[in-house]
């Protein structure tokens, strides 16, 4: 297959996708850009997938329904949707005090700043405030997961 413009070898994805012009593949893997930047990103969100199984123990797909219940956005602000930096699992301390939570005690999808406590652009917005007294009393897991 013909290259574009670098002495190195081909892209071993562009190759195996059959593209008639094969990008160099300066990366490791040995990958174009493109394919490197894909490759990275799946293997960030398998990670990520496998921490929330693992300390919060409810799988990929129960934390997309949670997403999907809370209409893609932080439970609290509203705001945050989660397309640039994953919304938090927020759990309730009480239930399991060590670093792993046994799964029922999940109470929604939080962004950092609600999830820290940080509360400082609810206090201009009363129903944001009432959106997290509702989401501390009846938590939007409780619906999914029951």
């Known amino acids: 297959m013909p290259q574009s413009r670098s002495s190195g070898k081909p892209c071993k994805d562009c190759a ?6 094969t990008r160099p593949a300066d990366y490791p893997g040995p ?6 930047k894909a490759v990275k990103k799946a293997r960030k969100e398998r990670a ?8 919060y123990s409810i799988t990929e797909e129960q934390y997309q329904e949670l997403y999907r219940a809370q209409d893609g956005a932080c439970a609290i602000c509203q705001r945050a949707t989660g397309k640039t930096k994953r919304l938090a699992v927020d759990h309730d301390h009480s239930c399991c005090s060590g670093p792993v939570s046994c799964g029922k005690c999940v109470r929604g999808l939080l962004c950092g700043s609600c999830n820290k406590g940080v509360l400082g ?3 201009d917005d009363v129903h944001a405030l009432w959106r997290a007294q509702d989401y501390l009393q009846n938590p939007p897991a409780r619906r999914v997961f029951s």
């Open 16 to 21: 195996a996708e059959g593209l008639p012009l």
């Open 31 to 36: 990958r174009c850009y493109t394919h490197h």
């Open 48 to 55: 990520q997938a496998q921490r929330i199984e693992r300390v």
């Open 121 to 123: 652009h609810l206090r």
